[in-house]
């Protein structure tokens, strides 16, 4: 069974640093690109973005470019999603997620809050 | 950005059809999947590529459409259907439709 646990979601203040971690099982991690979503409180949905297998390549949605970064690290089937200078439009659940064939999302995690605020 | 559009929300009897909508700003050939998501629960992915059904999805659940205009359809519509239906492009980098909400009568 595909399982993504998400962690590390708190409250941060704004200018603030957070990582988040995944941790995948069920699947060969090291075989899927992997992407980080997030839902705001008003329930729109966001990709921020994506890591291919071996973690060379990564993009970015333009929104948190340059100050979100993510990695991985296959030997843990491990995702990552640094966050740094954070805003308050940042709060959201944050969601990591399989990619599929086609970039649709496969499979998600039950997610991990994120609230930006002083 | 591709902008979805869906209408907000929904509301339909048990075992009758519902078919919900998202319109694309551009063309997005046919590469628009759904995802049904419950009160707090994360999103689950339920038709790829406008049509194709998702693995363990019921057939109920069946999807429509290329270009700019796309349709979810249940049928028929049970008890558990109840939950916001999200629409995603992938054909232009990602983005998702703001949801509709479907409710039981």
């Known amino acids: 069974e595909v399982q993504l646990v998400e962690s590390g979601g708190s409250l941060v203040q704004p200018g603030g640093s957070l990582k988040l971690s995944c941790v995948a099982s069920g699947f060969t991690f090291s075989n899927y690109w992997m992407d980080w979503v997030r839902q705001t409180p008003g329930k729109s949905l966001e990709w921020i973005g994506e890591?291919?297998?071996?973690?060379?390549?990564?993009n970015y949605a333009p929104s948190i470019k340059d100050r979100f970064t993510i990695s991985r690290d296959n030997a843990k089937s491990t995702l990552y999603l640094q966050m740094s200078n954070v805003k308050s439009d940042d709060t959201a659940i944050y969601y990591c997620t399989r990619a599929g064939t086609y970039w649709y999302f496969d499979f998600w995690g039950p997610g991990t809050m994120v609230t930006v605020s002083s | 950005d591709t902008v979805l559009t869906q209408s907000p929300a929904l509301a339909v009897s048990p075992g009758e059809r519902v078919s919900i909508s998202c319109r694309a700003s551009e063309g997005v050939n046919s590469y628009m999947h759904w995802y049904q998501q419950k009160p707090g629960q994360q999103p689950k992915l339920l038709i790829y590529?406008?049509?194709n059904l998702a693995s363990g999805v019921p057939a109920r659940f069946s999807g429509s459409g290329s270009g700019t205009d796309f349709t979810l359809t249940i049928d028929p519509v049970e008890a558990d259907d109840t939950a916001t239906y999200f629409c995603q492009q992938s054909w232009n980098d990602w983005t998702f439709g703001g949801g509709t909400k479907l409710e039981l009568k």
């Open positions: 890591i291919n297998t071996d973690g060379s390549k990564t």
């Open positions: 590529k406008a049509s």
